[in-house]
């Protein structure tokens, strides 16, 4: 079923931006065509920037958090001194993309595996809109942040002074996602993504031959006994109704020519996962005891190097549930998932929730007939066009709602013509 018929016939901001679609659809396959990685997105803030010069917003700052871009959009009125922010990922991910379409990545070893170029292309569709018809009573903040996909943009940018000199009341951001189809939207009032830690584990023995394990003390054992054991820590001391994931995803011991050869030391790499903070430090804790307990009984040491990354993401409840709310009325009751599951996987949107109210939403893309069914990071994901004006429009939703004009029966002003830019502001 297509976008379009999903689509309530009240959803004026969708019928507005599925006008320029096509425009929309050329920005998102250029900006998959030249992919960068976290903190290197010159060409895609320069392309933001150009298009939010052509789309007239009021005020471009660049240079925030290294390359990430602000954009402002003020309504017929300002009289409500409300601002809300809304955010999009603009980075790339450090993988070989194997499509064949004419957009593909044209940098070996980077593409666009998560749909960041969508979303930049969705708020670039919103920041249009909204200039062009300001049907609301306030500022729309529009945040470009780069490096999220393990560089921690968002919290770069906090600590450039985002919310400081951009002083929102809320902020807002949304992901799409392939598990869910076209036209649905999914959201819950509570935790959206897991907090995501890093661990690694040195593991120092005794090397030695092969043919004498006697004289050794052997880390490949060790580790082989450490990675089993850590595993009953989710299953003996985390409650059955919390989550928790330990994954040791790497192992790196020894030669692997040298067939006869014991190792001195191993290494293990791995991820946590958890949503509450509690449950966080009582597994950051017993993997210390583990991993120490076991190394000693085999002769070995241990030492565990655990690294907080990114915290939970965790929706404030009235902002969700005004986001629901917002959702519903585009797409209708039926295709907004009001209490979806929460994903074990994690988002540095979390820094700007622990700042500011706000909320985190899922936007289907899975077609029926596959177009853009592939999963997040996948060699062969791209992002499905079709969902380019519906998440504009769920963006602009949230402004045009969120800060109301006093006299709502007004009609929109249409502005088609941009007015001229104002000279972009680099802040680096």
């Given at each position: ?31 998959h ?7 290197e ?7 933001v ?24 959009v ?16 603009m980075?790339?991910l ?31 569709g ?26 921690a943009?968002?919290?770069a ?26 036209g ?11 907090a ?48 928790a ?20 030391t ?9 949503f509450n ?15 120490s307990?076991?190394?000693l009984g ?55 929730l ?35 004006p519906?998440?504009?429009a ?11 004009l ?23």
């Amino acid at each position: 079923m297509a976008v379009t018929s999903r689509i309530r016939a009240h959803g004026r901001a969708f019928a507005h931006i599925a006008a320029y679609h096509p425009e929309l659809t050329a920005l998102r396959r250029d900006l998959h065509a030249h992919p960068e990685l976290g903190f290197e997105e010159r060409y895609t803030s320069q392309r933001v920037v150009e298009s939010l010069k052509v789309c007239g917003v009021d005020e471009i700052h660049t240079g925030i958090g290294k390359t990430g871009v602000v954009a402002m959009v003020r309504g017929r009125s300002t009289a409500s001194g409300r601002m809300i922010g809304l955010r999009a990922d603009m980075d790339a991910l450090p993988m070989t993309e194997h499509n064949d379409f004419a957009w593909k990545s044209s940098k070996p070893g980077m593409m666009h595996g998560c749909g960041h170029d969508g979303h930049t292309a969705m708020l670039v569709g919103a920041a249009r809109y909204l200039a062009e018809t300001r049907h609301f009573d306030g500022t729309a903040v529009l945040i470009f942040q780069p490096g999220e996909e393990g560089f921690a943009g968002a919290k770069a940018m906090i600590e450039d002074g985002l919310f400081e000199r951009f002083p929102v009341q809320s902020v807002f951001a949304m992901h799409n996602w392939p598990q869910m189809r076209p036209g649905t939207v999914g959201i819950n009032p509570g935790p959206m993504m897991a907090a995501a830690d890093r661990i690694t584990i040195e593991i120092t023995g005794k090397g030695g031959h092969g043919a004498h394990p006697y004289a050794t003390v052997d880390p490949v054992v060790v580790a082989a006994h450490i990675i089993t054991a850590v595993q009953t820590i989710v299953s003996r001391n985390v409650r059955a109704i919390d989550s928790a994931v330990i994954s040791l995803c790497a192992m790196q011991a020894g030669d692997p020519g040298a067939f006869s050869v014991i190792p001195g030391t191993a290494r293990l790499v791995g991820t946590v996962r958890t949503f509450n903070p509690e449950v966080q430090a009582m597994v950051e804790k017993r993997l210390h005891e583990v991993c120490s307990g076991v190394a000693l009984g085999l002769g070995a040491s241990a030492h565990l190097h655990y690294e907080r990354i990114y915290p939970a993401t965790i929706n404030t409840r009235d902002e969700a549930r005004f986001a629901m709310e917002v959702a519903q009325k585009l797409v209708g009751h039926e295709h907004v998932d009001r209490n979806m599951d929460p994903s074990m996987g994690a988002e540095d949107f979390s820094f700007m929730l622990q700042v500011k109210p706000g909320a985190y939403l899922r936007l289907g893309q899975g077609a029926e007939n596959g177009v853009g069914a592939c999963f997040l990071h996948n060699s062969r994901y791209d992002f499905n066009d079709d969902v380019l004006p519906l998440g504009a429009a769920l963006h602009a939703g949230l402004v045009e709602q969120g800060m109301p004009l006093a006299e709502e029966a007004a009609q929109p002003t249409l502005r088609h013509t941009p007015v001229s830019p104002n000279p972009v502001r680099s802040d680096a």
